[in-house]
């Protein structure tokens, strides 16, 4: 069992950065597949970004690719999201998430109920 807790969360004005991080305790953390997700009010959970394993395999949405970038340190357990040129639509919940599949394929990696285990979320407000 994963335990996952995201951090780096804020507010933030159009065109500025953040990085999330999520650190994770339990299980082998190098073996599974971890990502993000996020969720807006009144809107569905949105894929944003997955990394395999031993950090091989990276796949974006669309609407992210060019201003986020997933990276992980399995020596410490703990994989981030950095984003920048932030927006104001990027306003959501970001989720960290784990799948105990080292990588399941790039279609698979986009879908929420292949995760298993979700961190509470972090806020991240874009405004000015």
């Known amino acids: 069992q994963v335990h996952l807790v995201e951090s780096g969360g804020g507010s933030v004005q159009p065109g500025g950065s953040l990085r999330l991080s999520c650190a994770a305790s339990g299980g082998a953390f190098s073996s599974y597949t971890m990502g993000w997700f996020r969720q807006a009010p009144g809107k569905a959970r949105e894929f944003v970004a997955a990394?395999?394993?031993?950090?091989?395999?990276?796949v974006y949405a669309d609407f992210v690719q060019g201003r986020c970038t997933i990276a992980r340190d399995n020596a410490k357990n703990t994989v981030y999201l950095q984003m920048d040129s932030l927006r104001p639509e990027d306003t959501a919940v970001y989720y960290c998430?784990?799948?105990?599949?080292?990588?399941?394929?790039?279609?698979?990696?986009?879908?929420?109920?292949?995760?298993?285990?979700w961190g509470q979320g972090t806020q991240v407000t874009v405004s000015s």
């Open positions: 990394i395999s394993g031993l950090g091989r395999m990276i």
């Open positions: 998430v784990a799948d105990e599949n080292s990588w399941p394929g790039r279609v698979s990696a986009r879908i929420a109920m292949n995760y298993e285990y």
